[in-house]
């Protein structure tokens, strides 16, 4: 072995050594997810199989007369071709695509379609080791949360994106969302369901849509993205922001249909007769969300805001609060307009999403029918998609 001039013979055979170690721990960092903190979620892609399941959605629309729509077999034929020039990966394991049919624009889409996906994911799950759901973005938060409910016991990924530029465009997000959707399925098996987009990793139930054009449309308003991408091709996973709801076997409690959740979104000189007339007309209402002000408050010095209460009382209709600010939490405790609110049975949504608060109150009067139960679990946290007390990220 040649000498090195500026280190002494009896020293260099240790430092090719840590030389070697060095080589080899970049190699591993630029193969292997970073994952920081808590038990590492971190496997291996090879033999992994994931189900892709294409609802609909930008993402897979083309030009036609009437102008872009969702055309079958079009994102399977893209996404095929894009991923050809890549022949010797071993980052994207076997997936298969099932398309829906009809294609969705999420507008559209109800709680019976997603029982369609609950059932989907249900009957393959002893199949695939990880699953993706394409779905337009307009509603894409609401689909992942009421997958983040619906799936109990979950020790799977389930990662739902979409695009905000179709395919058909030569620049678009979309290649982007499902490439990484699927980097993420293959190297991590995070008992969640996820959003992926714009290379952010969040929680589904924590997950908000923020813009109607730019490409990072989504955010995590109230806790911190459990992940990201970055210019390797390996995601970076802060795993103590993990929630395993994984506590017995996996089983998926579909969506009433026949039960109804409505949303009274506040304004100053709002006729509370209109929701009067609703509830006594429609008998299906079971859960209502106000969509109140600031941290939580409502015009409690408005008899007919509190004739309103009252007529939900009556029909034991269950009344959940969630602020119309974006970020922050519910506290009423804090002015006599949320004690009163406390007062005709209104609970704290704490810093749910109203996708989340919605989502959630359906999933409850779908698996239970006594109300206090129901409250029970509404108030507190079973799938990580609240904090009881106001975090950090909060307050800051």
């Known amino acids: 072995m040649r000498h090195i001039p500026f280190i002494k013979p009896k020293y260099q055979i240790w430092s090719v050594a840590i030389l070697f170690i060095i080589l080899l721990a970049f190699v591993y960092n630029n193969t292997m997810v970073e994952s920081f903190g808590g038990k590492s979620y971190t496997v291996s892609p090879k033999n992994r199989k994931i189900l892709i399941l294409y609802t609909g959605g930008t993402i897979g629309m083309s030009e036609t007369n009437d102008g872009k729509e969702p055309q079958k077999g079009y994102l399977e034929a893209q996404f095929k071709k894009y991923l050809s020039m890549y022949p010797n990966t071993h980052l994207i394991p076997d997936y298969n695509i099932k398309s829906y049919d009809p294609l969705l624009d999420s507008s559209n889409m109800s709680s019976k379609d997603w029982n369609k996906i609950l059932k989907d994911i249900r009957d393959n799950y002893t199949k695939y080791n990880a699953f993706i759901v394409i779905q337009g973005t307009d509603t894409l938060a609401y689909t992942a949360s009421a997958l983040s409910f619906a799936l109990q016991n979950l020790n799977k990924p389930v990662i739902v994106t979409g695009s905000q530029i179709p395919l058909s465009t030569i620049k678009n997000d979309g290649y982007n969302n499902l490439l990484g959707s699927l980097l993420l399925a293959s190297q991590t098996n995070i008992p969640e369901v996820l959003v992926v987009f714009d290379n952010k990793i969040l929680r589904g139930n924590r997950t908000k849509k923020i813009s109607s054009n730019k490409i990072s ?45 409505i949303i009274i979104y506040l304004t100053p000189g709002q006729n509370y007769n209109n929701i009067i007339n609703l509830v006594n007309y429609n008998s299906n209402i079971k859960g209502a969300i106000i969509n109140s002000f600031g941290i939580g408050d409502g015009p409690t010095n408005n008899k007919h805001f509190l004739h309103m209460l009252t007529v939900l009382n009556n029909h034991n209709i269950i009344i959940l609060n969630i602020s119309q600010c974006i970020e922050g939490h519910v506290d009423t405790g804090d002015y006599e307009t949320g004690k009163t609110l406390t007062k005709y049975k209104v609970n704290s949504g704490q810093d749910m999403t109203i996708e989340a608060g919605y989502t959630k109150l359906l999933y409850l009067l779908s698996k239970y029918n006594d109300n206090d139960t129901i409250i029970s679990y509404l108030t507190n946290n079973i799938r990580g998609e609240l904090s009881l007390q106001p975090t950090a990220m909060e307050m800051n």
């Open 217 to 261: 449309a989504f955010s995590s308003p109230n806790f911190s993205d459990v992940g990201s991408f970055g210019y390797l091709t390996t995601p970076s996973i802060n795993n103590n922001l993990i929630y395993n709801n994984h506590k017995g076997q996996f089983k998926v409690k579909l969506y009433t249909v026949q039960k109804e959740v």
